[in-house]
């Protein structure tokens, strides 16, 4: 049997392209790191032809009809894989929402954007970015009491409660977490329930009706700092508000330390938001380059050097001829800075 064989060559031609770019800023904001492409592209290709008889040679292949019967088999796995496919519906079921300490927990309701249902120690709860991302049991034991104080946090009155360890939380109906510590979501660390000692104090603060000629100084609290975002507080002359990330941002007194409780938390204390809040100073943000964020927003007598930033109101002339007034990534959107 005579045959004809033709060989073609192979051919390879391979593409490589790199590109890459770089930047900088002038702003210490942080604007991310400097960044490139690369790519590139290859292939090769070939084609082997034959003439003539071997098709006849291929006629042979007929033998390979007995793959027929082989396709039966085939069938019939395929069966058993509808099977198994039945299995794992039922399965699916189950599946619906979070088994906490082998109960199933419901998916959550509530009108906030995102919600998850998750598990604290075997008991359901739920987690989303309005209460700072960590997962809060549901339901909390404990009632009202006139001695725990109303917090407002991101906009939201809360009554005080008092939880079953003595200590005051704040009753959340509305997304049910129940007597729950505000600390728990970014709110200012809980106290004893009672509170006569904080009555005390109260007292002192009498003294201080004397500091009521001082109303004038009150109008600078009406204009006050902006807390949060959504539904913003105005924290009022001797608050502060602490800017939690991740977490709520809540006003808090001047002297109390910003309290956070999610993993991974920053806490910015800010006493202004312009200069409106700041008689005879400067409201002055401080960067630190080491931590690669704002760690301070207050009033200053002076806000030189790299690190600093006249904290300002849109449109605003800013001290510094050469700067405007802008938003920074590095700051909360409802501030902003001169650069």
Do not use: W
Request: some cysteine; overall charge negative.
């Amino acid at each position: 049997m005579k045959s004809l064989t033709t060989l073609s060559t192979i051919s390879t031609l391979t593409l490589l392209g790199v590109l890459a770019a770089c930047g900088g800023s002038t702003d210490i904001d942080f604007q991310g790191y400097d960044g490139g492409t690369t790519g590139g592209s290859s292939g090769f290709g070939g084609s082997i032809g034959g003439t003539g008889g071997g098709i006849t040679d291929g006629g042979s292949s007929g033998v390979g009809a007995s793959g027929g019967s082989g396709g039966s088999t085939g069938g019939a796995g395929g069966s058993t894989g509808g099977a198994g496919g039945s299995t794992g519906g039922a399965g699916g079921a189950g599946g619906t929402g979070v088994v906490c300490g082998g109960v199933a927990c419901p998916p959550p309701n509530v009108p906030i954007g995102q919600v998850d249902s998750c598990c604290v120690n075997d008991k359901c709860g739920i987690s989303s970015s309005l209460i700072g991302g960590q997962c809060i049991e549901l339901g909390q034991d404990g009632k009202l009491d006139p001695t725990c104080p109303q917090q407002t946090i991101q906009g939201f009155t809360l009554d005080g409660c008092c939880k079953p360890s003595g200590m005051c939380g704040v009753l959340d109906t509305f997304i049910g977490l129940g007597c729950v510590d505000p600390s728990q979501f970014g709110g200012p660390p809980s106290q004893p329930c009672g509170g006569g000692g904080t009555g005390g104090t109260g007292g002192t603060g009498g003294t201080g009706g004397t500091g009521g000629m001082a109303g004038s100084g009150g109008t600078a609290g009406n204009a006050g700092t902006t807390c949060g975002i959504t539904n913003p507080d105005v924290c009022n002359t001797g608050e502060k508000c602490c800017v939690l990330d991740p977490g709520l941002d809540y006003c808090a007194a001047t002297n109390t330390p910003c309290a956070c409780t999610s993993p991974n938390c920053d806490t910015l204390p800010v006493t202004c938001d312009g200069p409106e809040d700041c008689p005879g100073q400067i409201c002055c943000g401080t960067f630190s380059f080491q931590q690669n964020r704002y760690t301070s927003v207050k009033c200053e007598n002076s806000c030189g050097g790299p690190n600093k930033r006249e904290i300002c109101h849109p449109g605003q002339i800013c001290m510094n001829p050469n700067q405007t007034c802008s938003q920074s990534p590095g700051l909360p959107s409802n501030l902003n800075r001169c650069n």
